[in-house]
C-alpha cells in the first residue's frame, strides 16, 4: 500500500505564493497534484515523472506553478505563485506507474488533501 500526505495549505491574499508538500511512502511513482473547488469536479493541476523530469500543468495554472522533485524518494512540491481566489480547493496528490499528466482513472493512489484559500 503506498500512502501520500500532503502539506502546505492555508488562507492567503491574493497574489501570495504557497508551497505544497507530497510525500509518498513508495518508490518510483510519477505524481500529480489535482484540486477540487467548492461546487467544481476535482481537476489536474500538474504533474512530474518519477524521476522529476517532464513538468506538465493545466493551462489554468501555467507560468504561474511550479512542480518539482529532486529523486524518486523526495517529496514533490508544488510552488504556486500570484495566487487567485479562484485557485481556492482542496489540493490533492496522487501516485501512479503508468502517467503524470490528466488522466485521473490511471492514478492509484491518493492523499487526503491539503485546503488552500485565497481571498481577495
Known amino acids: 500500500q503506498v500512502h501520500l500526505v500532503e502539506s502546505g495549505g492555508g488562507l492567503v491574499q491574493a497574489g501570495d505564493s504557497l508551497r505544497l508538500s507530497c510525500v509518498v511512502s513508495?518508490?518510483?511513482?510519477?505524481v500529480g497534484w489535482f484540486r477540487q473547488g467548492p461546487g467544481k469536479e476535482r481537476e489536474f493541476v500538474a504533474g512530474?515523472?518519477?524521476?522529476?523530469?517532464?513538468?506538465f500543468y493545466a493551462d489554468s495554472v501555467k507560468g504561474r506553478f511550479t512542480i518539482s522533485r529532486d529523486t524518486a524518494e523526495a517529496p514533490v512540491f508544488l510552488q504556486m505563485d500570484t495566487l487567485v481566489p479562484e485557485d481556492t480547493a482542496i489540493y490533492s496528490c496522487a501516485a501512479s506507474k503508468v502517467t503524470w499528466k490528466n488522466q485521473r482513472h490511471l492514478y492509484d493512489y491518493w492523499g487526503q488533501g491539503t485546503v488552500v484559500t485565497v481571498f481577495s
Open positions: 513508495g518508490r518510483a511513482y510519477h
Open positions: 512530474i515523472t518519477s524521476t522529476g523530469s517532464q513538468p
